[in-house]
């Protein structure tokens, strides 16, 4: 299934593409509204969802409803960096022993379709194309061979990056977090649908210039290997997202340098999932206080 958080009449709700229409969920009381909500009813509100898609025709048009990210606010968001040989090997560093992870803030998560902020502090606007997954049970110490049930599917990332802040911290949060940095979608793919998501084409365009070109195959940790080490220190709670990295072709690493500009469109297609894209605009230079 391709799940999807969308909104009409204002109002959010979760759903299934069905070829160019929208199942709603809400056509079945018992299945919960919020993506979030959803995943952690577990098995049960999947098996209802799919017999609901099975039945029930779509509801709205595609074309008609606004598609948000399908978590529009995970409770957490872990980026792995320096995880394809061929990008490790244009930033001239090390292959790392151990997985790398840092954090991107909730707050930056964008949909399909969303403008991408160029900083009004920064013009070292960065992409990065990545395969990410969604966690759908709350877990703990998972080994690997056995991280595959917790994955409730998959999706298109785009680990925006302003590279100047993110070169001033080890950390690289908030390089990593600026609103509108951390695009997600178009829907969530269930795992079942992904028959080996360690061997899906990814390529990443910037307006009609293919700039990333490369397979899930080339990553030196795997999404399994990636649930068993960090649920070693943590819980993984149903809607987090983890992004597995971003393969060579960034615009940093460019000569001359490819950064973003205003009026550019990244699009990202990930093999058997979709295409994620969004236009950078000019970040609104108002002070805002909510």
Not at 5 to 21: E, K, M, Q, S, Y
Not at 66 to 86: E, S, W
Not at 149 to 172: C, H, K
Request: with cysteine.
């Amino acid at each position: 299934m391709k799940l999807v958080t969308f909104i009409h009449n204002g109002l959010a709700r979760v759903g299934v593409v069905r070829d160019d229409g929208v199942v709603d969920s809400q056509d079945d009381s018992q299945i919960p509204a919020t993506m979030i909500d959803f995943l952690a009813a577990g098995d049960s509100a999947m098996v209802r969802m799919r017999r609901l898609v099975e039945s029930a025709q779509p509801k709205f048009v595609l074309a008609e409803v606004k598609l948000v990210a399908p978590v529009p606010r995970p409770g957490k968001y872990l980026a792995i960096a320096l995880n394809y040989a061929d990008h490790i090997a244009e930033t001239g560093k090390d292959k790392p022993e151990y997985p790398s992870f840092f954090t991107k803030q909730s707050t930056c998560v964008i949909g399909h379709g969303e403008a991408i902020h160029m900083p009004n502090v920064s013009n070292k606007l960065d992409y990065e194309g990545e395969l990410a997954f969604v966690i759908g049970k709350r877990c703990r110490h998972v080994p690997v061979d056995k991280a595959h049930r917790v994955i409730a599917g998959f999706t298109v990332a785009n680990d925006v990056s302003v590279r100047d802040f993110q070169a001033r911290s080890p950390t690289m949060m908030i390089g990593k977090s600026f609103d509108t940095g951390g695009p997600l979608g178009p829907w969530l793919v269930t795992s079942d649908e992904i028959a080996d998501p360690h061997n899906l084409n990814i390529k990443t365009w910037v307006d009609d210039e293919l700039r990333q070109n490369s397979n899930t195959q080339h990553m030196i940790f795997n999404c399994y290997e990636m649930v068993a080490y960090l649920s070693q220190a943590m819980t993984l709670e149903p809607g987090d997202v983890i992004s597995t990295g971003t393969p060579s072709g960034v615009g940093v690493k460019m000569q001359p340098r490819g950064y973003l500009k205003v009026g550019q469109t990244v699009r990202i297609e990930i093999e058997g999932i979709g295409t994620l894209s969004n236009t950078v605009v000019a970040e609104p230079d108002e002070s805002v206080i909510f």
